[in-house]
């Protein structure tokens, strides 16, 4: 007998939402039967996003959102619970990166990858948790979820992003102390790993020579695709993950390891 991933009924805040895998993590929880809010600086990609979506017969509403604006977080979390009603899953994917070595650091690209990757990060979930935990929750049947997306890199450093690097481990352990304390809740808090997933935003690079060079020290010699975080993901989101929590999952097609 089948079994498919049924998400009619709940709402799922997509942060980052524009583009690359936040796109396809919005439309794919929309396949599977959630109210969807997008959310990031770009609301026209957003409003485009959200006409496709309802074209295929899903609901979608937008709501601008600066993950490193304190009021624009309280302010666009407290619009989606307006627009669509109370927010079941979160999934934090907002994020940026740099390429230097680390003595080239300046203190402007430092605040500038953790403003939006670590603090944003947090303080969405923060203000996302919040209202959870006000509603209530059931610690023996947990219903919400909060899933950040950390990286590879955040298990693995990596030469020339190692300020990403820090600031994605720094995701990875902020998940374990939310779903460590935020557990009783009824929230489930997890993150995904993604290795290298050829999105539009790094497509070019994979045919240049330096691209060329870190396929070749890939495990099976492939980036990944959006697609391939499609199970995973809903995994995560739904009723059947209840006993998922705290966990640090790595998609990466075994690069992490190799």
């Known amino acids: ?6 998400l009619e009924g709940k709402v799922a805040l997509i942060t980052g939402a ?3 895998l936040g796109k396809r993590f919005a439309q794919v929880l929309s396949q599977a039967g959630a109210k969807v809010v997008l959310a990031s600086r770009r609301t026209e990609r957003l409003k485009e996003l959200r006409a496709e ?9 937008v709501v601008s959102l600066d993950v490193t604006d304190y009021q624009s977080i309280k302010s ?6 307006t627009e669509a009603g109370t927010i079941d899953i979160l999934v934090n994917n ?9 003595t080239e650091v300046t203190p402007a690209d430092f605040e500038y990858v953790f403003d939006t990757n ?3 990060a947090f303080f969405v979930a923060q203000e996302v948790a919040k209202r959870m935990i006000m509603r209530g929750g059931n610690a023996q049947k947990p219903s919400y979820r909060i899933i950040n997306i950390a990286s590879m890199a955040g298990l693995r450093v990596l030469p020339q992003i190692g300020l990403y690097s820090m600031s994605k481990a720094a995701v990875v352990h902020m998940t374990k102390a939310m779903a460590l304390e935020w557990g009783k809740h009824g929230i489930n808090v997890n993150a995904i790993c993604p290795g290298y997933i050829d999105t539009e935003i790094n497509h070019h690079h994979w045919s240049t020579e330096q691209g060329q060079k870190l396929v070749s020290l890939l495990p099976r010699h492939r980036v990944g695709k959006p697609e391939d975080l499609d199970g995973l993901l809903l995994l995560l989101a739904a009723d059947e993950s209840q006993f998922i929590n705290g966990s640090v999952i790595a998609a990466d ?3 992490g390891i190799a």
Do not use: P, W, Y
């Open 18 to 20: 524009s583009s690359g």
């Open 76 to 81: 666009a979390v407290a619009h989606a619970e």
């Open 94 to 102: 907002s994020g940026v990166s740099t390429t230097q070595k680390l």
């Open 118 to 120: 670590t603090r944003g």
């Open 1 to 6: 007998m089948g079994r498919s991933i049924n």
């Open 253 to 255: 097609d075994g690069f």
């Open 53 to 61: 979506i309802e074209a295929s017969g899903g609901a979608a509403h």
